[in-house]
């Protein structure tokens, strides 16, 4: 295990209503002006908007409000959330919807402080020293942003999709409800899954050795989501499969499972320009090429993904073969993929063939020109890995 520093700051408020005491618990936190940045409609509809509020004003907090964010998040509603966020003076900025809202509420929280461009700090070029109070009230399960210290934004005048890790995205708040999740699309339950899954798996392919013990976290962790997300699927209101799922979200990306291990991140990266470009969503591109980048990457460690195939999909272990249970693994994950109705192939979000050296030449690598620290994938591995699912 290697050394680490875990603090997670974010106080989770969980049950069923409890967006109705949001503003008890951010008045107790010196909240007294806040922007709520809210998705596209849902949170209207559902009246989810007008609780939030209610329960906001009733605790003496001013509020104002930007909404409309979509899907893979863009840059411009930021610029326009920090401007708001600067003119009301706020205190806090409140994420109101899927990751989308979240993660663009984390982007101003950041941005409003800032004497320059917010886009500095997911090119790269600075990294944030303070930011806005962050309040988070989730209604969808995937990103897991209401616990995680991560962003993702897309530019989209440069059409680049950029993420951001600092303590100061972190939100001090997360009002948690199951039974806002019950109305999602199927597809976007499964999606969840997917991308909950996908976190995991960024922090469970390591080199680090000795991690017994956030090894058997993250395998029971995933264990639960694949047998609650079947239950989400096929009963809408199911309450105790739904608040698994929740949860599972948040412990996957709020770090409980990474500390003290070397994370990739690497599958992630891939995706990147498949949601820049053909706004595949995120956890779609990531159950069509995750399975392909692990069998790109089981020569590397084929006793981790035997350990995978055994521990967390219940292949029988080959002895003999450690890289033929792996590979009975890796097929039964994407065939449980496939059973959530998730696509298996590239041209699912309409890319063509003559796409992919294009989206390999414009993978996010690093100054040693490769992706990932699980074994770092060179430029040809990246290609290999967008071939093997374009069929």
Known sequence: ?????????????????????????????GVRRVLIV????????????????????????????LSGIVPNPLSSPVYQGIGLAR????????????????????????GAPYQ?????????????????MLIAIPTLSAAGSEGSNSSVITNDKLTLKRGLRSPFIRPHLAMMNPVLTFTVPREQKACGAADILSHVFERYFTNTQDVALTDALAEALM??????????????????AHADIMWAGTMAHNDTVGVGREQDWGCHALTNVLSARFGAPHGAALAVLFPSWMEEQMPHDPARFAQF?????????????????GIAGIRRLRALFTSWGLPQSLKAFGVQEKDLARFADEAPYNTTGTIGFYRPLKHDNVLSIYRRVFT
């Open 1 to 29: 295990m290697n050394p680490f520093v875990f603090h997670s700051p974010t106080r989770y408020v969980v049950g069923p209503q409890a967006e109705k005491d949001t503003g008890r618990y951010a008045f107790e936190l």
């Open 38 to 65: 809210s998705g596209q409609g849902s949170v209207l509809r559902s009246g989810l908007l007008e609780r939030v509020r209610a329960s906001l004003h009733e605790s003496g907090i001013a509020v104002r409000e």
């Open 87 to 110: 003119e009301m003076k706020a205190d806090a900025i409140l994420g109101l919807g899927g990751a989308s809202a979240i993660d663009t509420a984390k982007a101003i929280a950041v």
């Open 116 to 132: 320059g461009d917010f886009w500095d700090f997911y090119s790269g070029n600075a990294a944030p020293k303070e930011g806005l």
């Open 223 to 240: 264990r639960q989501v694949i047998q609650a997300a079947p239950r989400t699927l096929e009963n809408p209101e199911d309450y105790a």
């Open 309 to 325: 195939a055994v521990n967390v999909m219940n292949m029988p272990n080959d002895f003999r073969n450690a890289s033929a249970t």
